[in-house]
Structures are given as C-alpha cells and as structure tokens.
C-alpha cells in the first residue's frame, strides 16, 4: 500500500495569514492526488484534485501544487470557517490511501 | 441536487452484524460508483470498496474482504454496506461517498457511527 505522510499533524496560525500542509507518498503518485476539509461533525469535502485543480465552488484562496511524491496544500488569506483538518488522499493506486490528516486551529 | 441520505446510528453486539444504508437522490444511481470510508475517532480514513450502481460489480481493500460485503438496489437508488462478525476495531464512524470524474469522492454522505459493545 502507498503511505501517505501529512505534515505538521496540528497547525496554529493566525485570520489573514497563509498555511502550507504537506503532503508525502511513499513512491510516486504521478500527481493522483487529492485533498479534503473536514469540519469538525461533518464529512469530508473534496478541495483539490489532480494535485492543483480546484473543485467547482472551492475558494480560489486553496491551492495545490507538487508532483512525483511530494504536494502541498496553500491556504492564502486564512478566514475562520476554514479551520478544519486537512487530508490528502492517493488514487494512483489500489488500496485508496489517505495521510494522517492535519488539525489546523486559529491562534 | 445530488444528496447522499445514511441510515442512523447503530449499537452492536461483539460477534453480531450490521447492514448499514446510503440512499441517494439528485443524479442517475446506475451511471456511478458508490464508495464507503471508515473513520475511526481521531483517526485517518480508510477506503473500504466501491460498488456500481449499474450492475453491482464490487472492487474492495483487501483488508477489508470478508468484513465489508457492498450490495445495491437499483430500484430505490439505494448502497448498502454489510458489515459482519464485529469487533471493538469496527467502532468507527462510515462513510458512503460517491466516486464522481477522476476517481475522486465528490459527494459524501453524512457519516453513521457504528458502536460495539456488549
């Protein structure tokens, strides 16, 4: 199975500020890769697909980018509905997996 | 409106199973695969399988062969997930997703918490 590894696990940043959320596979995904927000009670919501394509409706403030084994999620201009955590998720290959998740707060 | 209805929560018994539903609306059943997730608490999720709402044809996690048993009824648009000889590791919340363009969960349900306990 692929391992995906999130990075950092919790994050703290300020209204305003922009947050990076890392994402690493354990071989190479050639950038089948996904990201997810989950509200705290609710069900995950499809961010990002193809590693830097954003889902119809998704603020333009979220982006993605990466390739091979390593991606990344940017929130620009952090606003208070998007604390939430954060999971990216492989297609590239069977099993689906998904990273650990990072729990981002407001300082 | 595409929307993805669960059943409600469920408390089980050891040893006991669970036949957990997803019934969908809003888009042509047959045309998509359905997928269900597990959560457990604090945890990452898990991919348990998908099934086609066309003709049933099923693709699991291996991990997840002989637990999770994915079936449909076309007729009422509806996925169903079977979940058998439970143990306190299938407590956890489960998700049905369906799996839009690119492989991807573009709508989620709204999750059901199974618990086991005696």
């Known amino acids: 199975d692929i391992r995906m590894t999130q990075s950092p696990a919790s994050l703290s940043a300020s209204l305003g500020e922009t947050v990076n959320i890392e994402c690493l596979a354990s071989e190479d995904i050639y950038s089948d890769l996904a990201w997810y927000q989950q509200k705290p009670g609710k069900s995950p919501q499809l961010l990002i697909y193809n590693a830097n394509s954003l889902q119809n409706g998704v603020p333009s403030r979220f982006s993605g980018s990466g390739s091979g084994t390593q991606y990344s999620l940017k929130i620009n201009s952090l606003q208070s509905e998007d604390v939430a955590t954060y999971f990216c998720q492989q297609y590239n290959n069977y099993p689906w997996t998904f990273g650990g998740g990072t729990k981002l707060e407001l300082k | 409106e595409v929307q993805l209805q669960q059943s409600g929560a469920e408390l089980v018994k050891p040893g006991a199973s669970v036949k957990l539903s997803c019934k969908t609306s809003g888009y042509t059943f047959s045309n998509y695969y359905m997928s269900w997730l597990k959560q457990m608490p604090g945890q990452n999720i898990e991919w348990i399988g998908n099934i086609y709402g066309g003709n049933g044809g099923t693709g699991y996690n291996q991990k997840f062969k002989g637990k999770a048993t994915l079936t449909v009824d076309k007729s009422s648009s509806t996925a169903y997930m079977d979940l058998s000889s439970l143990t306190s590791e299938d407590s956890a919340v489960y998700f049905c997703?369906?799996?839009?363009?690119?492989?991807?969960?573009?709508?989620w349900g709204q999750g059901v918490m199974v618990t086991v306990s005696s």
């Open positions: 997703a369906r799996l839009g363009h690119y492989s991807l969960f573009d709508y």
